[in-house]
Structures are given as C-alpha cells and as structure tokens.
C-alpha cells in the first residue's frame, strides 16, 4: 500500500480571522470550500504543492479548543527565511526562536504553532 498526504486539519473559532492569517502570514489562499449543517470546511493551499491546510469552523462553538501541550506543529519553508521572520516579528506572531537551528516559529490565531524554516541548500 502506498499513502499520500493529502492534507492537515485545524479546528478554528473564527473562520474569517484564520484564512486572513494564513494567507497574509503564509501566502495560503482558498482552494476548496464544503459547507454543511453546522459548519464549514476550507481547504487553504499554496497553489504550487498539493498540500492544503484544512480550517474546520463549527458555527456553534465558542470555547477555544484544548491543545494540549502545543507539542505538535506544522512546518512551512519560505523562500526568504530573513524577509519572512522580520514581517512575522514585526506582527508579534513569533512565539519562539532557535537561533541555533535557524528556524522560529509563529502561533496563529487559535494558538496552533506554526514552524518556519529556511530553503534547502
């Protein structure tokens, strides 16, 4: 059997707040919207790779969602690592930095982190 990643889902409380976030701090945009009784699913993508970052938005909830230890994240290349941390700096949406690793990571507005590497060499 062989899988392929097709894409990631993030529970958000505000669907509007969330696709702004993650198409001015990352350049995702709508590629895919299905809506149903209660909620509302968005497929953000970045137009160049298949993955899309699925936002779930259940109308009904207000309460933030638990998560947990924030041990998970995902990882996002940018294509100019040092234009890219000085904007997300500049927002207030650097959350942590490792320097030795060269890489930071931002939260967006639900508190999902988000890590932000460099090109590959």
């Not at 996002?76 to 930071?104: L, R, S, T």
Request: hydrophobic fraction near 40%; aromatic fraction near 16%; proline fraction near 3%.
């Amino acid at each position: 059997m062989k899988a392929q990643f097709c894409h990631e889902n993030f529970n958000v409380l505000d669907l509007k707040r969330s696709m702004a976030f993650y198409e001015e701090a990352l350049g995702l945009h709508e590629v895919r919207r299905v809506e149903g009784e209660g909620f509302t699913l968005v497929y953000m993508g970045d137009g160049a790779t298949g993955f899309t970052l699925e936002l779930t938005w259940l109308q009904d909830r207000t309460e933030p969602y638990d998560l947990g230890d924030e041990e998970f994240h995902l990882a996002f290349q940018v294509d100019d690592f040092e234009a890219a941390h000085a904007f997300h700096k500049e927002k207030g949406w650097v959350c942590f930095e490792n320097e030795a690793m060269g890489i930071y990571f931002i939260k967006d507005p639900d508190g999902y982190w988000l890590e932000i590497l460099p090109p590959r060499k």
